[in-house]
């Protein structure tokens, strides 16, 4: 079953504009991560995030997490027709299985 | 450094046939965990291989099964497959512990007919 659910389902927006789109999940975590995923394709790592941190940063983009309402957020700053793709939390990993939300589709238009 | 492969690219069956899905895992990593992603859905945690066995397994039937190699390369094999089988499967390795990125393949797009 899906961990949780992200939020919106899908987005569209202008190339230049900040993508945010927003992930909740059930239970209890150590960490959650954000993947890519380019035309049904392979995932591509982007950022995790432990359950003791409140924000991290790599490059455009900046994830934030807060646990007390089992939330995470993605925001891609100045965004490009590459970002276009879509976009998965999910919680676990390493030997834990990964457990995925349905996603959010990003389409950046030029 | 190669990432983590996968063969075939596509396949295309037909119900009631048997497929065999291969992964090889990124250089350094041992364990071996498999994913189904039908269309417009999350990925799926089908089971995990590590030392050669089934360590997790998800809430998929006995016709899905798999095998881990001494290489860590693994299996993924699917029996009297149904139309419900098409989808995306994706493999990933990780390290077995401490570490929680896990690395995904290309995938397989497999197409019961």
């Known amino acids: 079953s899906q961990q949780g659910e992200e939020d919106p389902q899908a987005l569209s927006i202008q190339e230049g504009e900040n993508a945010t789109m927003n992930c909740s999940y059930k239970?209890?975590?150590?960490?959650l991560q954000w993947y890519r995923q380019n035309s049904g394709r392979g995932l591509v790592h982007l950022i995790l995030?432990?359950?003791?941190?409140r924000e991290k940063h790599s490059g455009r983009l900046r994830v934030t997490l807060d646990t007390s309402k089992k939330s995470s957020s993605l925001l891609i700053t100045a965004s490009r027709a590459a970002d276009t793709a879509s976009y998965f939390c999910?919680?676990?990993?390493?030997?834990?299985?990964?457990?995925f939300g349905k996603g959010t589709k990003l389409t950046v238009n030029p | 450094d190669a990432g983590v492969t996968q063969s075939p690219t596509h396949l295309i069956k037909t119900r009631g046939q048997q497929v065999t899905l291969r992964c090889s895992p990124k250089?350094?990593?041992?364990?071996v965990s498999w994913y189904q992603q039908a269309l417009g859905q999350g990925p799926q945690f089908i089971f995990q291989?590590?030392?050669?066995?089934?360590?997790q397994r998800g809430n998929f039937p006995d016709r899905f099964s798999g095998h881990q190699f001494p290489n860590y390369s693994s299996e993924l094999n699917v029996n009297a497959l149904l139309l419900g089988d098409s989808a995306l499967y994706l493999c990933?390795?990780?390290?077995?512990?401490?570490?929680?990125?896990?690395?995904f393949g290309p995938g397989t797009r497999l197409t019961v007919l």
């Open positions: 990933a390795s990780s390290f077995p512990s401490g570490v929680y990125e896990q690395f």
């Open positions: 239970t209890s975590i150590n960490n």
């Open positions: 995030i432990r359950s003791n941190e």
């Open positions: 999910a919680t676990g990993g390493g030997s834990e299985k990964l457990v």
């Open positions: 250089s350094g990593h041992d364990t």
């Open positions: 291989y590590y030392e050669e066995e089934e360590r």
